[in-house]
């Protein structure tokens, strides 16, 4: 019996059609416009001005405080602007675009393609070099590395949990890393679990990657503490909540967070960006994005440097189809449809995904018959037709003593909701409703 | 038969009696002195709660108005002067008046002028909206047309017009109560002095962006050249993050702005047709 996690869960269509496509470096584009805000935190503050040159791996913004991130040139060439920029968020936000001339490098960065296996560097200086190299979590969440690897004072975790679940149908770029990119992935590892402290790592995937199961429970018999996990296939297992529940049995407390219950969780691609970081000094300015969809002509993943245009990828993969009525960045069920193709690639792109009008239309919405499946189906165990209407009729306080922030917005109610209803839209303008209350109570 | 209903009868009017004995001197005991004059207030105010002076309803009002210091700081917008008059006779004092004021949509962004780009395809709140997206058009600040305004408005003052997709203010119901601007997330609509038998310019524009971009997404937007800002007389206009902005307390209503305006994003409601242009035809004649 595989391992799974106890509460609610969902089973969309699989659709990994790019699962068997060998990642590939995306040629430069012509231009590159680089968010200064790609992570949860503070903006990173702006360091180059208008006509600057630029070196690939060259920090042009820096972190603004502790929850915040670096962020350093992904191609060498011109500074051309600093103007807002309509990015995935769909809007307009300030980015610095760089017009790309060559290809070069900062001198300090390793380009050799060399395992680099033995760990010189101590905790204190994985930890430094990760904040300095502009690590954020790679699974869609952007929240920075460094943050999670700073254990508060009386605190200790005693397990490390590397998440390559990627429950998200469509995406496969951590499928891939994973499976071409192992060694490397295992040095990450140890790299994070020496950050932490720990002896003990648990590489949490799903059941229909059997392929990168078999690869790293065969590999990591080279590395002490690692250990592999095949979970069984539900969404979404790649919740840091849902994982840890799967793998250890520990709950994560309400409003409390993984190192509470002595665990940390890290994606594949971090850990990968983490060996990179720290083994060959290469800061975070690219990573592997799958583009893929039902009919967009060739599904691929590619390595991607940061601030690359959406429209550079897809027609890289064939070019948009002409039935083509939706884009989303990210996953099918956590992305959001972009507003214009021209958004670009940032820190937290996992997939491209080109869907064909008749998909992406929302169905007609009928009424709530009280039917529960959006409880059954909720991973975080909350009543979502509940909080629907408590937020149609701004009832946020009662909202909050629901429990709407332990919401993640996974979106298996509306997945789930035989009467179309806009149930997670609702819940997270509840959310940020009672976020606002929140912070007006502090105040 | 008779003296069990006469019983009944009895027994029932004694425990009345008693109960109301009871009832009575409980209410003695836990009395709770109010101020007399909270009813009076109440009784003149419209009645209709909506909350558009800040207090909760119109009793909430009613009970901040007679312990107030300072009545000139509280206003039913809806009653208005009349109403805020008859409200300051009950506690023995006398309210200013002031302006009537009426809401105003300051976006003129109508498909005909502002291209839509993305099709919206969720569920019909501007608030949903705005948390996933800037907008259907290139515009980032314009109106979007999914009618938070109209869900809030208690007096069936605004509407979504099937033409132009945008709110249009019914000058008539409109009572200035504010609900529709602390509905918009766009922050688009604007409470503003109704004017002298309803005339008053604004700037009917919220786009901040610099002039290029702007007009690109709307061609009715304001762009920022200030042309406005120099041919007022009054020195009504600012300008700030490339948007002008008319103060209406100093707008003397010369429409000046309204004909130097480039892109027509200045509007003049409720003025008289203009005279054909006598300067134009000079114009035309020195041309000639």
Redesign the interface.
């Known amino acids: 019996m595989l391992k799974t996690f106890a509460k609610g869960g969902v089973h969309p269509p699989e659709n990994k059609f790019s699962a068997n496509k060998p990642i590939e470096v995306l040629p430069l584009p012509a231009k590159v416009s680089i968010p200064v805000s790609q992570h949860i935190g503070a903006p990173a503050t702006i360091l180059v001005a208008k006509g600057d040159k630029v070196k690939v791996g060259q920090l042009i913004a820096q972190s603004a405080g502790f929850v915040s991130a670096n962020i350093h040139s992904s191609v060498s060439g011109t500074v051309e602007s600093i103007d807002p920029v309509?990015d995935s968020?769909?809007?307009?936000r300030p980015a610095i675009t760089i017009v790309v001339e060559g290809d070069e490098w900062e001198p300090t960065i390793d380009r050799s393609p060399e395992l680099k296996r033995n760990i010189d560097a101590d905790a204190q200086t994985i930890i430094k070099k990760i904040a300095e190299a502009g690590i954020v979590g790679l699974g869609g969440a952007t929240f920075p590395s460094h943050v999670k690897l700073s254990v508060p004072a009386g605190k200790k975790a005693d397990v490390l949990i590397i998440n390559g679940v990627e429950c998200e149908p469509y995406l496969t770029s951590d499928h891939r890393l994973m499976l071409e990119k192992g060694h490397e992935l295992m040095v990450g590892i140890q790299l994070l679990m020496r950050a932490l402290g720990v002896d003990k790592a648990m590489i949490g995937i799903e059941n229909n990657k059997p392929d990168a199961i078999k690869y790293l429970t065969e590999i990591a018999k080279e590395y002490s503490g690692i250990t592999v996990h095949a979970l069984k296939v539900k969404y979404p297992q790649g919740g840091e909540k849902q994982l840890i529940k799967a793998l250890i049995n520990r709950e994560v407390p309400s409003g409390g967070l993984p190192i509470d219950i002595g665990a940390v969780v890290h994606n594949v691609g971090t850990a990968y960006a983490v060996y990179e970081a720290v083994q060959k000094n290469k800061p975070l300015f690219e990573r592997v994005v799958t583009v893929t969809g039902k009919n967009l002509p060739k599904p691929s993943n590619f390595l991607v440097r940061i601030g690359t245009p959406v429209s550079d990828l897809i027609a890289a993969a064939g070019g948009l189809p002409d039935d083509t009525?939706k884009v989303v960045n990210g996953g099918p069920m956590m992305g959001?449809a972009v507003?214009?193709i021209t958004v670009p690639v940032t820190k937290g792109t996992s997939g491209i995904i080109v869907f064909p009008a008749a998909e992406?239309?929302?169905k007609a919405?009928s009424v709530c018959i009280r039917c529960a499946k959006c409880v059954s189906a909720c991973p975080m165990g909350l009543e979502p037709y509940l909080l629907i209407r408590m937020s149609q009729r701004m009832m946020f306080e009662k909202m909050e003593h629901e429990r709407v922030l332990d919401c993640m917005e996974c979106g298996s109610c509306s997945f789930e909701c035989p009467a179309n209803l806009?149930l997670l839209?609702?819940i997270?303008?509840g959310k940020?409703e009672v976020n606002k209350i929140i912070r007006a109570r502090k105040n | 038969m008779n003296s069990i209903i006469i019983t009944a009868i009895l027994v029932l009017s004694l425990l009345g009696v008693a109960l109301a004995v009871v009832l009575y001197l409980v209410a003695q005991r836990f009395k709770v002195i109010e101020d007399p004059r909270i009813d009076l207030v109440e009784a003149v105010l419209p009645g209709a709660n909506c909350g558009g002076c800040g207090y909760p309803g119109c009793r909430g009002f009613a009970e901040a108005f007679v312990k107030t210091d300072d009545i000139g700081s509280m206003f039913c917008p809806v009653g208005g002067n009349d109403t805020m008059a008859k409200a300051a006779e009950v506690i023995g004092q006398t309210a200013e008046a002031k302006d009537p004021m009426i809401a105003v949509v300051r976006c003129s962004g109508s498909p005909e002028y502002r291209k839509r780009?993305?099709?919206y395809?969720?569920?019909s709140?501007c608030?949903?909206a705005t948390?996933?997206?800037?907008g259907d058009t290139g515009c980032?600040y314009g109106c979007l047309g999914l009618g938070d305004c109209v869900a809030v408005c208690k007096f069936d003052a605004i509407h979504i017009d099937p033409v132009t997709l945008l709110p249009v203010v019914d000058e008539e119901k409109c009572t200035a109560c504010g609900a529709c601007v602390k509905a918009c997330p766009k922050f688009i609509i604007e409470l503003r002095k109704k004017g002298p038998k309803g005339k008053r310019i604004y700037v009917s524009c919220i786009n901040k962006d610099k002039g290029g971009p702007a007009r690109k997404a709307c061609q009715v937007a304001c762009i920022g050249c200030g042309k406005c800002v120099k041919v007022c007389p009054h020195e009504a206009i600012t300008l700030e993050n490339n948007l002008a902005y008319i103060d209406y307390n100093k707008c003397k209503l010369c429409r000046k702005c309204v004909e130097e305006c480039p892109t027509g994003a200045i509007l003049e409601i409720n003025f008289p047709p203009r005279k054909p242009k006598v300067e134009g035809q000079t114009e035309s004649v020195e041309n000639n």
């Open positions: 309509l968020s769909g809007y307009k009525a959001k507003t214009d992406s239309k929302r919405e806009p839209d609702y997270r303008l940020t | 780009v993305v099709e395809d969720g569920a709140s608030k949903l948390a996933l997206y800037s980032q």
